[in-house]
């Protein structure tokens, strides 16, 4: 049995954060609009840091390669024209995961948004 987590946004981060943190939990991860380095982000928008707050991105390291018999697979989506959470962030992250031999890859979906009701038609 595989276990399979999508985030989005927070929720992102949350499952990155999960990942790293409980090894071989899971198997397979899509995370959405990732701020997935929490003070890179608060830091970009102009905010003073969250101390107590994790980042998928300071986890990546303790995430295993394999789980079970499969690779790791970590899928990571952002909107092109997402004001909330850059696109930069999730490219950052799949690069972070690469680094570390994760399989991983990035998708960046044309003029979606942070919620990807606003794609351009």
């Known amino acids: 049995m595989r276990l399979v987590v999508l985030g989005h946004s927070g929720g992102a981060n949350l499952a990155g954060v999960i990942l790293g943190r409980t ?18 982000w608060r830091q970009d928008r102009g905010r003073g840091p969250w101390p107590n707050s994790l ?50 890859s990035f998708v960046e979906i044309p003029g979606a948004g942070h919620g990807f009701n606003a794609i351009a038609r």
Not at 81 to 96: E, I, M, S, V, W
């Open 23 to 40: 090894p071989g939990l899971i198997d397979r991860a899509m995370l959405v609009s990732c701020p997935c380095d929490v003070a890179r």
């Open 55 to 104: 980042s998928a991105i300071d986890q990546v390291k303790t995430i295993p390669r394999r789980t079970g018999d499969a690779p790791t697979r970590v899928v990571v989506v952002t909107g092109q024209n997402d004001d909330n959470t850059p696109p930069a962030l999730g490219r950052d992250y799949r690069q972070a995961l690469e680094a570390a031999g994760i399989a991983g």
